[in-house]
């Protein structure tokens, strides 16, 4: 299979089906520095947006997917960060509409959309899914560690503006985190927070795959559950707490375990040598900590996984 620059997957995922990802900035570049990311630690926190990989270069391998019979169900801007950074992020969603039928997808955390040529460029996509984990400026500073000049009241008054202006369909997840922003206070204030923004569909997640730092435990589903019916519109449970898998993941995952059978590796190791994009690599390692079969780290900052034991590791190497 071609490995692609800017593209990876088709990732199989819950919310998505099979989704095909594109990465516009380099890892890690984001206007947050979430406690919860699973991609680490943010590197380059800015907000200046720029061309930050070549578009010709991400149309191009577009172009090829497509053309080559490439099928998913999605195609996704996503990746090492905020892809809405990107100067021209609204082209590459123009180019996969004129250029193929799949529905696309921006993931972005929404800081943003207080301008209007990005709320434009992001009006092009079939979905926006905004994402929301504080009730107040205290919570988002400590949750969501933002750009200083970013404040909690110019989040969403920017996903409120988007709203009015978007007729596509806006997705908001919110992030619950045990102990965190889990009190009946701030949940009160993250349901009428979003109520405010009108989102057609609103998600809850917790953190089901390894988070950046080390403190951040997942809120148990059913504490999730009970807090759905709080919101409105009700919200839907998207963490993947479920063991189901696909045959594609499977693989992925028992190819994880055998490299994690012959030497601990970070996440970065197991991206680079099998290819994966680190969403993807955060993804499995979140189901192989569940299930119990790899240790979570201690140290959470670029940590190294190993295997609970070669009993649990059994795995085939055919
Ligand atoms: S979770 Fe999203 S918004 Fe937060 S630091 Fe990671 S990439 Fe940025």
Redesign the pocket.
Known sequence: MKKYKHLFGPVPSRRFGRSLGIDLTPY?T?????I????GR?TTKTLERRDYVPIKEVTGELDEWIHSGGEADYITLSG???PTLHARFGEVIEFVRAASSIPVVL?T?G?ALGIPEVRAAAAKADVVKV?LSAGDEASFNYI??PHPALNLAGLIAGMQTFRQEFDGRLWLEI?MIWGVNSTQKEVAQLAEWARSVHPDRIQLNTAVRPP?EGFVRPMPRQKLQSLTVGFDPPAEIIAEFSSDITSASKANEETILAMLQRRPCTEKDISDALGLHLNEVAKYLGKLQRTGRIETPAIRHNPYYICRSNDICSVSRN
């Not at 984001?30 to 979430?34: G, T, V």
């Not at 919860?36 to 991609?39: D, G, I, K, T």
């Open positions: 890690k984001c206007s947050f520095d979430c919860f990311c699973q991609l943010t090492s960060g905020e993931l955390n800081s994402s969501n560690r992030f950046a």
